[in-house]
């Protein structure tokens, strides 16, 4: 429970920035309570003056103490709820807008072991329950302390004698807070990582909606997501089970414990000494006290929920990102042209320890070279990339650029000399134009149209009913595969790099599109390294090179003719492919 509040702790720090509203609402929260605790004195005022000397000025008195005090508690109580619950709103985007800039640093090793829907949860439902906290909670809870505080100050001042029967039963009130009250925390957390892992699902089905219909799992997925969600209500329900209870046994108590006291005070009234104002008086602060006291349970049971929600985002933005910008970053040097060296490099994913992705990779491509990549799925290609990229880290050896180590340079100017076309493009959702300008910073329209021009994406995309300013929605749903692959192609072609990085870039076109696009890639290639994976061979036949994989190792290096003569393996594939 102590790790869980100090989480609480900690996000309060986001909000010193505007602390000056968070002074306004407390000052205002001061002024409400103190309005609410004025009315016990005025209870005894009328009784005392007004009821027990028949007196109608005293009545008169009191009614105008009663309208000023509500007109106060009326303004404050606004001024309360706008700067709070505003306070509220400001620090939970600024830590939204913090998690969200933390997941960007993060490398591709912390997504593999993280389902994305339970990252989103983060930003989603514990944000919530955080904004519900700090905006109303938080707030309930200060106001309900102040008025516990003053009313036992009151009851105090009002009469010693019952005070301490009060300081003597009430008390245990608090032990099922403290016992239950851990319970109900430990239920919260759980139910709040069940409904992360039943989102996580629902993500996972409605991204892959195509699959799971073509292959009639609807049904499935269905039990699925109910038993997930099912295991989140069992312990939400539980956690209310619990709340209740304790919400129970503390008015109970709270109540009985004040019905002992008024008995007592009862008989101090009836032998006189205790005037029938005091007494009245006494009952308000106790029934404000009673209510306080429960008021608190169930907005701790609301924090405790909150504190559940804060360790996991503090988690979250307390994982370190894997890769690290260097200390002393350099530039990369003047006579840079694209040269790119692996010396002795060898790697393994982080979530598949067992298998090594590349072992002892020797490999030089000079600058304006044309490399190709070939070998089996597995055979570590695309690990090429990511490492080229900076997604990952050698495990032993090193990537080097115009022969510095790509560690010691800044991880955006590194990124800067590639384009990367991936086997399955991502087409975010918003227009053509904005989709092929990604990445590619400040750049004319007519650089876009001439981008898509290259890349025979302008006739399918001027066609579309809103032509480059067409939304092409979530994933590019608008348009067909083989038009994604051209949209990041196009894209690739505005970022003019030094390198360019081909991941089957071709795959999903047909065989006319195909001949028109690997026309524009051979102009685009002209002076830039390129490295190429294809499964297809007669992708490849034009490199100067052709680097065959196996197993995470390079097999053979050569260029067609060389590699057929020298009979390896890729002989063979060869043979398969082409017949000879």
């Not at 894209?491 to 999903?508: K, V």
Request: proline share 3%; charged share 20%; net charge positive.
């Amino acid at each position: 429970m102590k790790s869980s509040y100090k989480s609480l702790y900690t996000l309060f720090g986001f909000a010193w920035p505007y602390r000056k509203m968070v002074v306004g609402g407390l000052i205002a929260l001061c002024i409400t309570s103190a309005s609410v605790l004025s009315i016990g004195w005025g209870i005894k005022y009328l009784i005392d003056e007004g009821f027990r000397h028949n007196s109608a000025t005293a009545v008169n008195h009191a009614l105008l103490v009663l309208l000023g005090l509500s007109s106060i508690l009326a303004l404050a109580t606004f001024a309360r709820f706008y700067l709070i619950m505003k306070t509220g709103e400001l620090v939970v985007a600024d830590i939204r807008r913090m998690i969200f800039k933390h997941l960007l640093s993060l490398s591709p090793a912390f997504f593999e072991m993280q389902q994305s829907g339970a990252i989103l949860a983060r930003l989603t439902n514990d944000m919530t329950l955080i904004q519900t906290m700090i905006g109303g909670s938080f707030s309930m809870a200060l106001r309900n302390t102040f008025i516990l505080v003053g009313g036992v100050v009151m009851i105090i001042i009002t009469s010693a004698k019952l005070a301490l029967y009060m300081a003597i039963v009430v008390p245990l009130t608090v032990l099922p807070i403290i016992v239950i009250g851990k319970r109900v925390r430990i239920l919260a957390r759980t139910a709040q990582e069940r409904v992360a892992d039943s989102a996580a699902h629902a993500q996972e089905v409605v991204m892959g909606i195509r699959t799971v219909q073509s292959s009639q799992q609807e049904q499935q997925e269905l039990w699925k997501y109910e038993s997930r969600l099912n295991h989140g209500l069992d312990a939400a329900i539980q956690r209310l089970w619990m709340r209740g209870i304790l919400t129970g046994i503390v008015i109970l108590l709270a109540f009985c414990a004040v019905g002992f006291v008024l008995w007592q005070g009862g008989h101090d009234v009836v032998a006189g000494r205790l005037s029938a104002g005091a007494l009245s008086s006494f009952i308000f602060y106790s029934i404000m006290v009673a209510g306080s006291i429960g008021a608190l349970s169930e907005v701790a049971s609301d924090l405790q929920r909150a504190a559940g929600a804060a360790d996991g985002v503090l988690d979250l933005l307390n994982t370190k990102p894997t890769i690290y910008e260097a200390e002393n970053p350099q530039a990369l040097p003047p006579r840079f042209q694209g040269d790119i060296t692996f010396d002795n490099v060898s790697f393994t994913y982080p979530t598949r320890l067992e298998k090594p992705a590349l072992h002892e990779i020797n490999l030089d491509i000079y600058p304006g070279e044309k490399i190709a990549l070939v070998g089996a799925s597995g055979a570590g290609k695309t690990t090429l990339f990511q490492l080229l990229l900076r997604f990952y880290d050698p495990v032993r050896g090193a990537v080097l650029l115009g022969g510095m180590d790509i560690r010691n340079l800044p991880v955006k100017l590194l990124r800067q000399q590639f384009a990367y076309v991936p086997q399955d493009p991502i087409i975010f959702s918003g227009t053509a134009a904005e989709n092929i300008r990604y990445g590619a910073g400040d750049v004319t329209d007519a650089q876009v149209m001439d981008a898509a021009r290259a890349a025979r994406a302008y006739d399918f995309v001027a066609n579309l009913p809103e032509g480059f300013h067409t939304q092409l929605g979530e994933r590019g749903v608008r348009i067909s595969g083989g038009e994604r692959q051209r949209i990041a192609i196009a894209r690739a072609l505005l970022r003019n790099p030094r390198i360019l990085l081909l991941d089957e870039a071709t795959n999903a076109l047909d065989a006319e599109n195909e001949k028109l696009v690997q026309e524009a890639l051979e102009t685009l290639m002209q002076g830039r390294t390129t490295l190429m994976i294809a499964h297809r061979l007669a992708t490849v036949l034009s490199a100067d090179r052709i680097v065959m994989m196996d197993k995470g190792k390079i097999e053979a290096i050569g260029t067609h003719r060389e590699l057929v003569a020298q009979g390896s393996l890729y002989a063979r594939l060869a043979e398969l492919q082409f017949g000879v």
